[in-house]
Every structure is written in structure tokens, then in C-alpha cells.
């Protein structure tokens, strides 16, 4: 008999590697870590202090898009910094890394002037002012949001001028959509509770100083800027009724939860209710996440929602919704069936298990072996870096979590099976995917609080698993087709897609459209822009192609040329 | 109520009774020793090393400090020699749940070279508590299908396999004691089998069985949860929103509960620290700041406590301007 206990990692250490299952073989998804070779190098600032200050465990996000149009995805790390200092970034800056479409990258920080404000949390990304380049906005602790107007070849700071400084509050994910499907982005900003370094109260548990929890402050509504496009923002949160809803939110998806043809929000909200928010169709919402289902977990609990995201788990045709929380409350899976309610599935889909002993944060569904079904990756990291001496089985660091969907429609934790990019037990929170070398593979980055920027580069053998990806641009609809959706026929399979404008914690995924063709040569694609053109496209083949709203795809070598804006 | 509770409650309960056991004395019955599993010749309380690493597990329990690791290491040394000791059962039970081991739990129980009813069943809770629902199944359903008029083995067979996603085999089993699901007040077990029904189509048995809960319990926030589901689904809006919204309120009320106790919590600590600092100004202020949120035993306790402090000051004459300011800090706050 032996009593040893099944943890990786030393209780309390800060990172290491978790050993390879025994005794079950190497999955066919493999991972591998490869950040410093493709020339990445940030470095999360957590800045934790003596005083255990709420925002130094929140880390921060990242975002995957393509800022120089080359067709090649880039990556933005939000920085951490001085969360007694949010007047100037002097520790933690933001970094910006371009990619030269086969994976390796430069850092274009000073270059494109990119350097932060406050202490860094989560970052967006869309095309504010239509110009074909893709602007960026960066929330914070104490220092506000910055939405920086990308010129394509620098950032320039325009928060002022488009009327968001008057964004003030502890802002912690936000997403562009067009939700009065004006044909411009607006934005939503959420915001996590009313906190002041002067007020912060310190904690203990049984004589041990540790974080407080957000029960302490108050919620701080959420905001919603209506793009007036004339390159100004007007909160009206009031107006669309978000902010009769006050929550201590931490992540945001957006996306088309009812498939109507407008873009509705979940907000993951810590030990509040999440709020669901559908969308009339001319921007304004009405929150049913409680008779939805969505708001508690099936005990009728307030869990502590950290991450969400949307993906069609059992290919029904109905968008379902995840959320991350902390451990022993699991990672809810809120199945949608019929259109409008929804069941938390996450035990008998095999998530549930996988989730409870760690603290989740980012989250992504992702197609991570081109068989057209969209996998799970789960960032974790605990916030407590002392709860290895209370506890035997839940660690400060903690592995990052790979689930494969099967057949049988449960997820298959191949964690342990899936590389050494898998196995790193490590204080992640930011994770997004996108492919970032141009072979058709989603590849996934993650962010650790007071850690790494990682690339796990996705070296699975899919044999013969091809991908379609498409860069969509909108011109009667935005720019950056956010809202878009996609139904595409693989075989016998409908697949949806969406490009979604927020969604995991604090980040920005690759808003291009993957479709895993599994061993089918092609897909016949629907495309349902956001202003309501519909686009066929037939029978088309593996690759990546760059589609303008109307008109015919054109197939790109991502990173062979820029591709400027019409 | 969820589903951490029984264990947890029972671990709790336990946690008294290990401390005597330790002890070699006597709790609810002899201090038996048992016999020594085969391989292992000296009796418990002969093996001096053994008694003493038990003995250290124990006192650090009772002062509350987290044995080390070393500590805990050779405690389940000394537990895998004994296993088959009730006292080291007892042992087992009230250290690894305190240290959230419950994968220790599950492998000592499962080292046992006999297991009983009421071991399957606790390996079962621990599976279940670990959301390691396939196990859980395997672990109690035999005891489940040789004993169905078993309420804890059948409901338990049912929570895993409802967890499991065998919705009809979870029916099974909590069919077969529904009697003693509703008299024993199982409220989380009748909101699955009535989920289940949902599940199945039949929203009418599901809305059935959640009204019955509900005369049992009025105030489960498990099955205004589970009933605004239902008839949402059933298209019932108005319904639906009465019972969420319900939900709502009672957890508004538990939050504030939480919140106000953890406010408390800090400043109690604050206060601490003050005293300890000597800062009687300082603690003054932290009381007088914490009185709005106290309730009323609390308040008196604070009264208390700043009488002893100003006069262990020598600054008994401010004392009754201070009672004052204190109470009416207190009446400010509105509580109770």
C-alpha cells in the first residue's frame, strides 16, 4: 500500500514540470514550449507586495492579431507593474512581438511605442475607426483603459481624444463588437469591484496573511462605449442596460449565444452571479442569465467565474458557454438545449473531474488535431502562493489543462500525454490560440502572473488533418467582422464558428476562422456577416485565404507580403 | 447544504474522537488495538516509533499548526503498518481531511484488506468528493445493488452516476429508495432525480418532484435552482423567474452573511496587532470602526474589550466618553 499523493509539483513551488503519464502513451497532440527560441521574451511583472494587495493576483492577458497585415498573426503581452505606482509603467511594460509567418519573432515594443498604463490586466483588440488596421485597448488597475489607434507601423495613444478617459475603474477583461450593428465597433468594459489601495483591509486565515476576497469590496457595474463614428466613445451603460447589473467581473465572450444575428455578452463574474446579456438587435440587453441557467453553477451557487468562452460542444447547432472558477467549484460547461436554456454538463462530459483540484483562468476551445470538433484548453495558477503548507493536493503553481473531444462527445484530459509544453506547472492566467507558423495548426500562448510569456507550438501528428483559415474584413460590416458567423459543412459535420471579440480571461484570440477538416478535402462555407450579407463559398480547400466581405476568397502565404488596407 | 458536507461534517466529528484515540484511551468503546495485519507482528502500542509519530501528528492537531511534511509522511507510514487498526482509521480520518488529502484518503481505504459497508460508502463520498465519479461508481455500486433498500448506498450510487452522466442507471438506484431520500431530507439527491427527469423530457415529474422538496425545504437554494431551469424549459417565464429570482435573494442574504463575518475576521486581526503594538489609539479606531457590523454579542465583547484596555492603560477616565463614542458607532450601524 502506498499513500503517496498524486501532485506534480512540491506544494507551494513556483513552477516546474509535471512527469509524463506512466504508463499511457504519448497522445498524437503534442505540444512543445518554444517561446525564447522564436524569440520571445516577456516577463510578467506581478509586483506582489508585503501587503498582498487584491490586484497582484490577477496577472494579465495577451492578445493574438495581426497588426502589420502580413498575414501572420502577432502577439501583445500585457505587462503587470507597481500596483503602488500606476502613474508610470516603469516596471512590467506591455510588449508587442511581430511575426514573420513562420513562427519567429521580433520585439517591436519601442517601435511601435508600446509601453502600458496602470497595472496591466487584459487587453482587446478591433478596428475602432475602420482604417484596416487593427487598434488595440489595454485595461488596468489604476490606471484606467488606453485604447492606442494603430497607424500600421506604431501605436498611437488616442484614449483622450475618442473620450475613454473618462474609464476609470478597475477594469479587468472589455471586447469590441457592433452591437447596434452600426456598422462600427463598440466596446464593453468590465469591471472587477471598488478598491483602493489606501482602504484595502489585510486578511488571515488561521493566523496566515493572505489575499482577501472580493466579497469585501463592492461590484462595480460594467461600461459600454457606443462608438459614435466620429472617432469618440459615449458610455452608455445605463441606456442598454448593463449597468443595472453590477458584478465583480474578470472575463468577458462575446459572441451570437441565441444565433439571431447580433452580438450577446457573458460576463464571468467572481462569487457573483454571471450575467448573460442578450442583445435586441440594436445594442440594447436584457440580462437572463438567471433563468437561462448560466448565472449559478447547478447547486445554485455564485462561483467564482474567471474565464469563459463559447463553442458548440455537442454540435446541436446552439452555442454553449464555459466558465472557469476556483477549485472544487470545477469549470462550468453550460450546455444549451433547448435555444434559451441551459444545463451545467461539466461532470458527465469528463471536465468537471479534470477542473477540481485546480484554480482556472483562461479559456479556449480550439480545434487542436483538425478533426473539426473544437478541443478545451484550461489555463490554471492559484492566487495563493502559501496554499501549499494547508494544503496537500492544490498548489500555488499548477498545470495547464488539454481536453480532446471524442466521439462519444466527453472530453479526454490528454494533459499528461501531450508534450513538454503541456507538462510546465506554472501560475498562468492569459491564454489565446491562433496559428502562429502558418502549418494549420491552432498553437496556443499563454501569460504567467510574475512569470514567462509562453508559445506552445502544436507539433501534433494529425495525419492528413488539414485546416481551412480564413482572415475575414468586413466593408459593409466592420472592419474587423467581429460578429461574423460561419456555418461551414465538413463531411456530414456543421461546424460553427464565430469571430468573437472577447473571450477567455483578459485576451484577444487569433480572430481568424479555423475549420479542421478532419481527412474531408474541403468545406462548404456559409458566411453570415455581421451586416447581414450572406456569402457562400463552396468547396473550398485547405489553406489560408483572406475574404472581403462579398468577394471572392484569395489565398495568402501568411508573413510574404503585408496586405494593406483598401 | 452540497455535497462536500457530509464528509465534511463527519470528519469534524471524527476529528474529537481521533484525538482520544491517539491517545490510547477510549472513544464511544475500548481503545481496541485489532490484530496486526499479516507481516506485521508488534501490536500498535508496543511500537514505541509508531506511538510517538502518531502521538506528534496529534498534538500538533490539537494546537491547530499543520504537522510537517516529514511529519505526515511518516504518519501515513505508520497508517500503511496498521492499516487495518480502527484507531488508525480514526487517525486517518481526522488528519487527511484537514490537510484536503483526499487522494490519501481514497488509497489508505482502499489498502484495507477488508472493507466494510461503512468503508465503501466513505470511499464513495471521497471519489465523489474528489468529482472521480467513475471510481465513486465502481466503489459503491455493489454494495448498492446487494443492499437496495440501502438509502445512503443507493443515493450515493445515484449521485455518481448521475455526476457520471448515466442518467438512467442513477434513476435505478434513487427510485429504489425515494421513501428515504425524502425522509432523511436528501435535498440534493432529489433535485438530481427530478433533474434527471427534466433531462428525459418529463418536466411535469421533474416540477413534481422539486415542489415536494420544496415543502421540505422552503429555502433550498438546490431546488429554486434546479425548479427555474425547469420550467424555463418548460417555457414557463413568469414561474421561472419567481423561482431565480428567489435563488437570488437567498444567496444576496448568505453573501452578506459571508461578507460581514469576513470583515470581521480582518479587523478582528487588525485590532490584534494594535494591542500587541501597544496602539491603543489605533485599536480604538478599528473597534470603533468594526461596531457597525458587529452583531450584538460581538458588540458587547467590544465593550469589554476596550474597558480592559483602558484601564490596563492607566487611562481609565477617558473610558466612559470612548463607551460612548462606541455605542453610538454601534447605533449608526443599524445591525441586527
Same mark, same amino acid.
Given at each position: 500500500?502506498? /499513500? ?70 502577432? /502577439? ?58 487593427? +487598434? ?22 488616442? #484614449? ?71 472617432? #469618440? ?59 437561462? @441557467? ?44 433547448? /435555444? ?7 461532470? $458527465? ?62 472530453? +479526454?484530459? !490528454? ?141 495568402? #502565404? ?9 | ?31 481496541? #488495538? ?53 484507531? !488508525? ?7 487527511? $481531511? ?183 489609539? @489605533? ?49 449608526? @450601524?443599524?445591525?441586527?
Amino acid at each position: 500500500m502506498t /499513500l503517496l499523493l498524486g501532485c506534480g509539483a512540491e506544494p507551494g513551488s513556483g513552477s516546474g514540470e509535471t512527469p509524463a503519464a506512466q504508463g499511457a502513451p504519448e497522445s498524437p497532440v503534442q505540444f512543445s514550449e518554444e517561446a525564447r527560441l522564436r524569440g520571445v521574451d516577456f516577463q510578467h511583472e506581478a509586483g506582489r507586495t508585503a501587503e498582498k494587495y487584491m490586484p497582484e493576483v490577477l496577472g494579465a492577458g495577451l492578445a493574438i492579431a495581426d497588426f502589420d497585415r502580413n498575414g501572420a498573426p502577432d /502577439l501583445y503581452f500585457v505587462g503587470g507593474g507597481d500596483v503602488q505606482n500606476t502613474v508610470s509603467r516603469d516596471k512590467g511594460p506591455d510588449r508587442l512581438y511581430l511575426n514573420d509567418g513562420a513562427g519567429q519573432f521580433r520585439d517591436a515594443s519601442k517601435e511601435w511605442s508600446v509601453s502600458g498604463a496602470g497595472y496591466g490586466m487584459g487587453v482587446a483588440v478591433g478596428d475602432y475607426d475602420s482604417d484596416g488596421w487593427p +487598434d488595440l485597448l489595454t485595461t488596468s488597475f489604476g490606471g484606467g483603459v488606453r485604447l492606442y489607434r494603430n497607424t500600421g507601423s506604431g501605436f498611437e495613444d488616442v #484614449t483622450e481624444s475618442t473620450g475613454l478617459q473618462a474609464e476609470r475603474a478597475w477594469s479587468t477583461s472589455a471586447g469590441f463588437a457592433d452591437f447596434d450593428r452600426d456598422g462600427d465597433l463598440d466596446l464593453y468594459v468590465v469591471h472587477y469591484v471598488d478598491y483602493e489601495l489606501q482602504l484595502a483591509l489585510r486578511c488571515w486565515h488561521n493566523g496566515r496573511h493572505i489575499y482577501c476576497s472580493p466579497g469585501l469590496y463592492e461590484a462595480e457595474p460594467d461600461s459600454v462605449w457606443r462608438n459614435e463614428g466620429d472617432g #469618440t466613445f459615449v458610455e452608455v451603460g445605463e441606456q442598454v442596460g448593463v449597468r443595472a447589473h453590477p458584478g465583480k467581473g474578470l472575463a468577458l465572450a462575446l459572441g451570437d449565444v441565441d444565433w439571431d444575428g447580433d452580438v450577446d455578452a457573458f460576463v464571468a463574474n467572481d462569487i457573483t452571479r454571471n450575467l448573460l446579456f442578450y442583445n435586441d438587435g440594436g445594442g440594447v440587453f436584457e440580462e437572463r442569465g438567471r433563468t437561462a @441557467g448560466v448565472a449559478y453553477d447547478e447547486s445554485g451557487r455564485a462561483a467564482a467565474g474567471m474565464g469563459s468562452d463559447f463553442s458548440d460542444v455537442d454540435g446541436n447547432g446552439l452555442v454553449d458557454i464555459s466558465c472557469t472558477n476556483f477549485q472544487d467549484e470545477t469549470s462550468n460547461l453550460y450546455l444549451q438545449k433547448p /435555444l434559451g436554456v441551459f444545463r451545467d454538463r461539466s461532470y $458527465p462530459l469528463g471536465v468537471g473531474a479534470s477542473a477540481q483540484n485546480r484554480l482556472s483562468w483562461g479559456i479556449d476551445f480550439l480545434d487542436v488535431d483538425n478533426d473539426g470538433d473544437e478541443d478545451l484548453f484550461i489555463a490554471n495558477g492559484h492566487i495563493d502562493d502559501g496554499i501549499g503548507s494547508v494544503s496537500e493536493q492544490v498548489t500555488f503553481a499548477q498545470a495547464n489543462s488539454l481536453m480532446l473531444l471524442e466521439e462519444s462527445g466527453r472530453y +479526454d484530459d !490528454i494533459s499528461d500525454r501531450s508534450g513538454a509544453g503541456l507538462r510546465l506547472v506554472e501560475v498562468t492566467r492569459g491564454a489565446a490560440s491562433g496559428d502562429l507558423d502558418g502549418d494549420g495548426l491552432l498553437d496556443i500562448v499563454v501569460s504567467n502572473n510574475g512569470g514567462n510569456g509562453r508559445i506552445m507550438m502544436n507539433r501534433s501528428d494529425v495525419a492528413g488533418s488539414t485546416s481551412v483559415i480564413l482572415w475575414l474584413e468586413g466593408t459593409l460590416s466592420n472592419r474587423s467582422a467581429i460578429g461574423a458567423r460561419v456555418e461551414a459543412q465538413v463531411g456530414d459535420a456543421t461546424l460553427l464558428r464565430e469571430v468573437r471579440g472577447a473571450s477567455s480571461y483578459a485576451s484577444f484570440n487569433d480572430p481568424r476562422i479555423h475549420i479542421g477538416l478532419g481527412g474531408e478535402a474541403g468545406a462548404d462555407v456559409l458566411l453570415l456577416w455581421p451586416s447581414g450579407t450572406e456569402q457562400r463559398l463552396e468547396a473550398i480547400g485547405p489553406g489560408h485565404y483572406h475574404v472581403i466581405e462579398g468577394e471572392a476568397p484569395v489565398p495568402i #502565404t501568411p508573413g510574404a507580403a503585408v496586405i494593406p488596407p483598401r | 447544504m452540497n455535497r462536500l458536507v457530509s464528509l465534511d461534517s463527519m470528519s469534524r466529528a471524527l476529528v474529537a474522537c481521533a484525538f482520544v484515540l491517539f491517545g490510547l484511551g477510549s472513544c464511544g468503546g475500548e481503545g481496541t #488495538t485489532g490484530s496486526p495485519p499479516p507481516g506485521n507482528h508488534i501490536p500498535f502500542e508496543k511500537d514505541a516509533d509508531a506511538v510517538r509519530i502518531v502521538r506528534g501528528v496529534r498534538e500538533s492537531l490539537a494546537s491547530r499548526t499543520r504537522p510537517s511534511s516529514d511529519e505526515v509522511q511518516s504518519f501515513k507510514e505508520v497508517a500503511n503498518r496498521y492499516a487495518d487498526e480502527p484507531f !488508525i482509521q480514526e487517525a486517518v480520518i481526522a488528519l487527511l $481531511p484537514a490537510l484536503e488529502d483526499w487522494d490519501g484518503m481514497a488509497t489508505f481505504f482502499e489498502s484495507k484488506s477488508e472493507l466494510d459497508d461503512t468503508d465503501r460508502k466513505l470511499i464513495a463520498r471521497i471519489y465523489i468528493r474528489q468529482a472521480n465519479y467513475g471510481a465513486a461508481r465502481e466503489a459503491i455500486l455493489p454494495l448498492a445493488e446487494s443492499q437496495p433498500q440501502d438509502v445512503e448506498a443507493n443515493a450515493l450510487a445515484g449521485r455518481a452516476l448521475y455526476y457520471y452522466g448515466e442518467n438512467e442507471a442513477a434513476a435505478r438506484h434513487y427510485d429504489r429508495v425515494w421513501e428515504g431520500i425524502l425522509s432523511e431530507r436528501r435535498i440534493v439527491d432529489l433535485s438530481f432525480r427530478a433533474m434527471i427527469h427534466f433531462d428525459e423530457g418529463d418536466t411535469q415529474s421533474a416540477r413534481a418532484m422539486l415542489e415536494e422538496g420544496l415543502k421540505l425545504d422552503p429555502n433550498s437554494i438546490v431546488l429554486h435552482n434546479a425548479m427555474g431551469r425547469v420550467l424555463a424549459g418548460a417555457g414557463e417565464k413568469e414561474l421561472a423567474e419567481f423561482h431565480s429570482n428567489r435563488v437570488h435573494e437567498l444567496q444576496r442574504e448568505l453573501s452578506r452573511n459571508e461578507t460581514s463575518q469576513m470583515r470581521v475576521a480582518a479587523q478582528v486581526f487588525e485590532i490584534n496587532r494594535a494591542l500587541q503594538a501597544g496602539d491603543v489609539d @489605533g485599536c480604538r479606531e478599528r473597534i470603533l470602526r468594526l461596531l457597525p457590523e458587529a452583531d450584538e454579542g460581538m458588540r458587547e465583547q467590544l465593550y469589554g474589550f476596550l474597558d480592559a484596555l483602558y484601564r490596563r492603560a492607566g487611562r481609565e477616565a477617558e473610558l466612559p466618553a470612548v463607551l460612548q463614542q462606541a455605542r453610538a458607532s454601534a447605533a449608526g @450601524g443599524a445591525k441586527d
